[in-house]
Structures are given as structure tokens and as C-alpha cells.
């Protein structure tokens, strides 16, 4: 594993143990070289299927864009990156069980701002700004009274 304070390829493990939600990894090395520690995570390698994007392009799966765009949304709200990370587990774990081979960006915003509403409303209103594009004030309005409806 690369260092990433010297780049010296060469580390040994000094810890190793589950992650938090038990799905991966953590392990905690040591440069060879500089002898400064760092954490690595190792996650299973899923076969996940390609997202349809709205253009039409197909591209991988790519969980670090997902839990981005939610910790954008949940920003300066009382959420943890845990609660985050459980969330975008639920997701990939819908994805596998799916056993499509691809998965329209509709459909995942669609069960993220579900998730998001069960979870938060400040948050899964800010996704949903930007998740639907809203074209103007009333339209953001609208979503806003469907919202207080409920």
C-alpha cells in the first residue's frame, strides 16, 4: 500500500479489524520508509449494476459520489457520517438485490430521497433541490406544501 505522506510502496499492518458496519476492513499501517501511520479500509468488490445516466451514458457504481451528494444535503444538520454510510449500505444492498444490470439515476435519487425523508426534511429537501432541478421558486414551493402535507 502506498504511503500517502512519502509514497514508499512498502507497509506493514500493525492493526487490522471489522469496520463499523461490519462489511470491510479497517486496517491501520505503517510506512516502511518514513514510519508515519495511516488507515486504509478494504471493502468487498461487489458486481454492481451500471447507472443510466439521464444523457444516456452508462457508468460504473460509484459510492463515493452518492455519499457526497448526501453529506451535501445533510450538511449543518444533526446526521453522522455512520448514519450516512448505513444509508448508502441500503442502497448498494437494493442495487444487488435488484439483479438488474442497469439502474436508471432516477431510480436512485428516487430511493435516496425516500430514505432521506424518513430521515431528515431539511436534508431531503436541499437533495431534492438539486436532485429535481427545480425550474423556479414555485416549483420548490410545491414540494415544500407536499412535504408539510405529510
Not at 35 to 62: C, N, Q, S, Y
Not at 87 to 93: G, H, I, M, Y
Amino acid at each position: 500500500m502506498k504511503c500517502p505522506f512519502c509514497g514508499n510502496s512498502d507497509s506493514k499492518v500493525v492493526d487490522s479489524r471489522p469496520d463499523k458496519g461490519g462489511s470491510g476492513i479497517r486496517r491501520r499501517r505503517e510506512c516502511e520508509q518514513c514510519a508515519k501511520r495511516f488507515t486504509t479500509h478494504e471493502r468487498i468488490e461487489e458486481m454492481l449494476p451500471l447507472v443510466l445516466k439521464k444523457d444516456g451514458r452508462r457508468e460504473p457504481f460509484e459510492r463515493t459520489k452518492i455519499i457526497s451528494g448526501i453529506k451535501k444535503a445533510c450538511e449543518k444538520r444533526p446526521i453522522s457520517v455512520e448514519v450516512i454510510e448505513r444509508l448508502v449500505d441500503r442502497l448498494e444492498t437494493r442495487l444487488q438485490e435488484s439483479s438488474e444490470k442497469e439502474i436508471s439515476t432516477t431510480l436512485i435519487g428516487e430511493w435516496i430521497m425516500k430514505e432521506l425523508h424518513d430521515l431528515d426534511e431539511v436534508a431531503y429537501v436541499r437533495f431534492a433541490s438539486v436532485y429535481r432541478s427545480f425550474r423556479d421558486i414555485n416549483e420548490f414551493m410545491q414540494e415544500l406544501q407536499e412535504l408539510l402535507k405529510k
